[in-house]
Nanobody, 114 residues
Framework: QVQLVESGGGSVQPGGSLRLSCAAS????????MIWYRQVPVKVRELVATISGTAWNRHYANFVKGRFTISRDKTKNTVYLQMDSLKPEDTAIYYCNAVNDNYWGQGTQVTVSS
């Protein structure tokens, strides 16, 4: 059974940090590039960060460069998104996506508010 399970979301004050996790099972994790997206209701889903299957290549949206870090652990079949210096505009539901097989997680809510 294919699963992508996100966790680590929550509420945090501006300037704070969160670490999102996306645990994969039921498919070949290593052959998939992984992407974190985010979405706010009534807005288009935004690409946040990508990481290749080997983790050699990583790319970030301009609005998170220098604040977010994507990584993956092949021993745990998990991709992470370390989010620092959070801003209210980072509030969204964050989803992970296995690119090659096009699998999606259920999303995890991140709320940044004072």
């Amino acid at each position: 059974q294919v699963q992508l399970v996100e966790s680590g979301g929550g509420s945090v004050q501006p300037g704070g940090s969160l670490r999102l996790s996306c645990a994969a099972s039921g498919f070949t994790f290593s052959r998939n590039a992984m992407i974190w997206y985010r979405q706010v209701p009534v807005k288009v889903r935004e690409l946040v960060a990508t990481i290749s299957g080997t983790a050699w290549n990583r790319h970030y949206a301009n609005f998170v460069k220098g604040r977010f870090t994507i990584s993956r652990d092949k021993t745990k079949n998990t991709v992470y998104l370390q989010m620092d210096s959070l801003k209210p505009e980072d509030t969204a539901i964050y989803y992970c996506n296995a690119v090659n097989d096009n699998y999606w997680g259920q999303g995890t809510q991140v709320t940044v508010s004072s």
